[in-house]
């Protein structure tokens, strides 16, 4: 803009307003244009992740969690006098190894927890759905059991302080309430009976209890540590023999979670170390359970048709191959330590060494195939099509 202005002497000044040219304000419509467009797409991303995101996920961090269990069992000092050499060659491995691998499992269970959180407050419906499904309901003791492992293995908290004690009760809270829920069903007249709702992942709940029994124990809290111990165990067997029965609950599996036969010899293993926690050695107890897991594990091992259909895709239900694996390594530790014999080194070492493979291979299938870990038939998110997702979205 041009403005002419006559002064006293009959001199002409020329004022320039500077205004915005044509060009400006497209650059400006385009930029707001182009943000809104990055915005709505980050939205449609999230909505379409937390859709399909379920609690079936935390097997990622059960086994990280695991993982940081056994390698912090591996490479502390125990005993003074014991000259083995495979544990004092584990010992030489850095303590940084075992630092990165407990943060990378705190930042994934981190991300996890917070995607399901979102979840709950956005799809809320889909989680009353899961949460009523017989397989997803089993996988919501698994946050708090990836949280218990990795206060077990935690660098800087030990189990006398009081930080420890308060996270303890934050963690175990929820494994109970879920316990009164579930096993409440279970011998009432409720809609879900044992018989009909059994399958392999409802020992989820079981090793629930056994984890925050061997937390209790490392405490020093030997009543409540054998009060979940006995409630995990007593519900154990009566779950072991109704799915050895193989009922129609049983047969409602879908073959995608096949893998999900591992925890047969998780339990048993989860009992052995909460035991040993609990007497203060791995006495014959824990030796009894630790042989159990033995047996079901070199069971699986001679069928691998069973996993045929399971294995033909990466998806997340692999990741159920490597929690149960890493407690069986972890088992097997402290037997080696109990007997200090060339078998049971032996035992240990290839049973550390195949967990921590199984670990790695996952984790390196998950970074190369992350599209693949949010399939479309995924067997528990499958469940919440016919729900009415359309108004959630529109509130998200």
């Known amino acids: 803009m041009v403005k002419l202005t006559q002064g006293s002497q009959s001199q002409i000044e020329l004022t320039i307003v500077p205004t915005p040219t044509i060009r400006t304000i497209a650059t400006k419509n385009n930029q707001h244009s182009l943000l809104i467009v990055v915005v709505r797409r980050i939205k449609e991303s999230l909505r379409s992740i937390l859709s399909r995101f379920h609690a079936g996920y935390f097997r990622i961090s059960l086994s990280l969690g695991g993982q940081a269990l056994l390698w912090k069992t591996l490479i502390e000092p125990i005993d003074v006098d014991d000259t083995d050499t495979i544990r004092q060659v584990l010992r030489m491995f850095h303590p940084t190894a075992f630092l990165a691998l407990w943060f990378l499992a705190l930042v994934t269970l981190i991300l996890l927890s917070f995607l399901y959180i979102l979840r709950c407050l956005f799809f809320t419906k889909m989680v009353k759905v899961e949460f009523l499904n017989h397989v997803g309901v089993n996988y919501l003791f ?124 998780a339990a048993p293993s989860v009992a052995s170390l909460a035991w040993a926690s609990i007497a203060g050695a791995f006495d014959t107890a824990s030796k009894m359970l630790f042989f159990l897991s033995l047996f079901f594990f070199t069971s699986l091992v001679c069928r691998p048709a069973l996993f045929k259909r399971s294995m033909r895709r990466f998806n997340v239900a692999w990741w159920a191959y490597s929690f149960p694996l890493t407690v069986l390594a972890l088992a097997s530790t402290e037997y080696a330590q109990e007997v200090k014999g060339g078998i049971a080194n032996v035992l240990m070492l290839l049973l550390s060494a195949l967990s921590a493979l199984v670990a790695i291979c996952l984790t390196v299938f998950s970074l190369l195939n992350p599209k693949m870990l949010l399939p479309d038939n995924d067997p528990i998110a499958s469940l919440h099509i016919d729900s009415p997702i359309s108004s959630l979205v529109s509130s998200f």
Request: hydrophobic share 55%.
């Open 142 to 265: 698994a946050p708090w059991i990836s949280w218990l492992l990795l206060l077990q293995s935690a660098p800087f908290v030990a189990p006398k302080e009081v930080s420890y004690l308060v996270l303890w009760w934050i963690f175990a809270v929820p494994v109970v309430a879920l316990d009164v829920k579930i096993y409440g069903q279970w011998f009432t007249k409720g809609k879900k009976f044992l018989s009909t709702v059994a399958n392999p992942t409802s020992q989820i709940s079981v090793i629930g209890n056994l984890v925050g029994a061997q937390a209790a124990a490392n405490m020093g809290w030997k009543e409540c540590a054998v009060c979940l111990f006995s409630l995990g165990m007593v519900h154990y067997l009566v779950l072991f023999v109704t799915l050895y029965q193989r009922l129609s609950g049983g047969n409602r599996l879908p073959a995608m979670l096949r893998p999900v036969f591992f925890l047969f010899f």
